[in-house]
């Protein structure tokens, strides 16, 4: 399948492993270096499943990061997927441009996932694209009470305004923007995040 035919678009969400500014709440557990070691390999680990995916189902992958720059991402973790600064602004403001940049290109639809996520797997990922061939939204339930994946085939802005990001009540409302607005919902197996110290246990 060449790269033209490709219509379907998975955007990953990834810092620069640089230590300081990089998994800062993992600091007094880790120290600035663990905490960037970490990252480091939430990324690596996560790029290695996504290009699995890509055995099987084909999709164009992207890389939105923040910190560190191309040549930098390039030598880290290859030439071959396509890197783009994340844009100004919240996580939302984020995200929003990432959707609209993906279909404005022509994707039919297009799936954001972060790094935090050891247990998301191509299976699920998968999943996320089937169920946008009928529904409006899909999203990754994290156990937090935020979301490890989301999922469109449409620009829906409106999903990404008044979040309290970082908050336990992200998920809830975002599910009820969504209602509000009317959209068909999927939601993927609830899974872990590993955000805090209290997380490396799992």
Known sequence: MTPATVKESLI???RYPEPGKTKTRMIPALGEEGAAKLQRQMTENT???VKKLQAFHPVSVEIHFAGGNQQLMQA????????????????G?????????????GMTSVVIIGTDCPDLDTQI???AFKWLETQDLVLGPAQDGGYY?????????ELFVGIHWGTSQVRQQTVEIADNLGLAIAFLPMLHD?????DLDR
């Not at 880290?76 to 996580?91: E, P, R, T």
């Not at 994946?149 to 802005?157: E, K, S």
């Not at 590993?194 to 209290?198: A, C, F, L, Y």
């Open 47 to 49: 790029l290695v499943k």
């Open 125 to 127: 990922m998968a999943e």
């Open 93 to 105: 403001e984020r995200m929003v441009s990432a959707f609209e940049k993906s279909l404005a290109a």
């Open 194 to 198: 590993i955000d805090r110290p209290e």
């Open 76 to 91: 880290w973790l290859g030439a071959d997927v396509i890197y783009c600064h994340q844009s100004q602004g919240d996580l």
């Open 12 to 14: 990953i969400f990834t």
């Open 149 to 157: 994946l989301i999922g469109l085939r449409r620009l829906i802005p």
